[in-house]
């Protein structure tokens, strides 16, 4: 199996039309906490080693990004291996053009 690349635009589309979906960050748990895409879940691309207990459902449409698109696309293609059925992949947060939708580092 493999993974579909989409453009970010097509992704923000799914998420402001399908509520079921997973938005995964698979940044480090840092740079996910300095800022990420709203409602994202954080699951390092170096974590992915077997199926993830935060991805139960293989059915489920997970969309998949990084900060430049290259850990996005090996996560998206290990995910894919694991028999995920709609692993979707859109880049890196670096080509995120709506910044209305990320997340600000919340400051102490």
């Given at each position: 199996m493999t993974y579909e690349q989409i453009t970010p635009k097509k992704a923000k589309e799914i998420m402001d039309s399908e509520k079921d979906t997973i938005v995964l960050d698979v940044r480090t748990q840092e740079e996910y906490a300095s800022g990420h895409i709203k409602n994202a879940v954080c699951l390092p691309n170096?974590?992915?080693l077997s199926e993830p207990e935060i991805l139960p459902d293989k059915s489920?449409?997970?969309?998949?990004?990084?900060?430049?698109?290259?850990?996005?696309?090996?996560?998206?293609?290990?995910?894919?291996?694991m028999g995920y059925e709609q692993v979707?992949?859109?880049g890196g947060i670096l080509d995120w053009p709506y910044t209305e939708m990320i997340r600000p580092v919340k400051e102490k």
């Open positions: 170096e974590g992915i489920q449409k997970i969309l998949v990004y990084c900060r430049s698109g290259i850990r996005s696309k090996h996560a998206a293609q290990k995910l894919a291996d979707l992949e859109f």
